[in-house]
């Protein structure tokens, strides 16, 4: 079975501080795909960034960086410079190669940033 | 192009009615996927649908059944409503199964009274 933890459930920071969210997943299979969702008070989740097992570079975003690193089985989100903007739930998800669409999710870090 | 669109956005409906959620997908996407949210379990995934056929579910209770139209639009039913499954009901839309991201809607927030 596939598991995705964030042990972070809340963060607060001061706006302009750099910020981490932690991810571990779980899973035995050789080919899944990781995400990144942000969702803000509104409900709708926002997709950020997916990365495939066999790519294990790291990908910065303007703000936004992610270090995948497989021998930790971690796929951590870094957001530079944080804006109150930023405040929101973030998700972790899994999926792997046959299971089709199906994402398993991590509980969500909520991240609040303050002027 | 639009994103994907849920309907009704709120509901409100009392133990033991039945209830049906909509939800569109992004022009040319041909799967789509339910998810329940709720604070004490999280994000669950519900069904897939792909070509008018459930590919994948979820450990749901049979009162949660779903279908998919041929021009991809999808509906999911809830019958005999239970006070716990008051939740935020996602729907994500993909090209096809398996490749890519998905795409999330705005949600259906129902209420159980």
């Known amino acids: 079975a596939q598991k995705v933890t964030q042990a972070q459930t809340e963060i607060s920071v001061v706006e302009k501080e750099d910020v981490t969210l932690d991810c571990v997943y779980e899973t035995r299979d050789t080919t899944y795909y990781l995400f990144w969702y942000k969702q803000p008070p509104s409900g709708e989740l926002v997709f950020l960034i997916r990365r495939n097992s066999f790519d294990e570079q790291n990908e910065i975003s303007g703000r936004y960086s992610w270090n995948f690193q497989k021998s930790t089985s971690s796929f951590n989100f870094t957001i530079t410079a944080s804006q109150v903007v930023d405040s929101a739930v973030y998700f972790c998800?899994?999926?792997?190669?046959?299971?089709?669409?199906?994402?398993?999710f991590g509980e969500g870090t909520q991240l609040t940033v303050n002027p | 192009k639009a994103g994907v669109t849920q309907t009704p956005r709120y509901l409100i409906k009392t133990r033991g009615q039945q209830v049906t959620l909509s939800c569109s997908p992004i022009s040319g996407h041909r799967s789509v996927s339910w998810y329940q949210q709720t604070p004490g379990q999280g994000l669950q995934f519900l069904f897939e649908?792909?070509?008018?056929?459930?590919?994948n579910k979820g450990n749901f209770p049979g009162r949660f059944s779903g279908r998919q139209f041929s021009n991809s639009r999808s509906e999911m039913n809830v019958s005999t409503l239970e006070l716990g499954d008051s939740a935020l009901y996602l729907c994500?839309?993909?090209?096809?199964?398996?490749?890519?991201?998905?795409?999330f809607g705005p949600g259906t927030r129902l209420t159980v009274t």
């Open positions: 649908y792909f070509s008018e056929t459930q590919r």
């Open positions: 994500a839309s993909s090209i096809v199964p398996q490749v890519y991201e998905q795409y």
């Open positions: 998800a899994l999926r792997i190669e046959t299971s089709g669409s199906r994402l398993t």
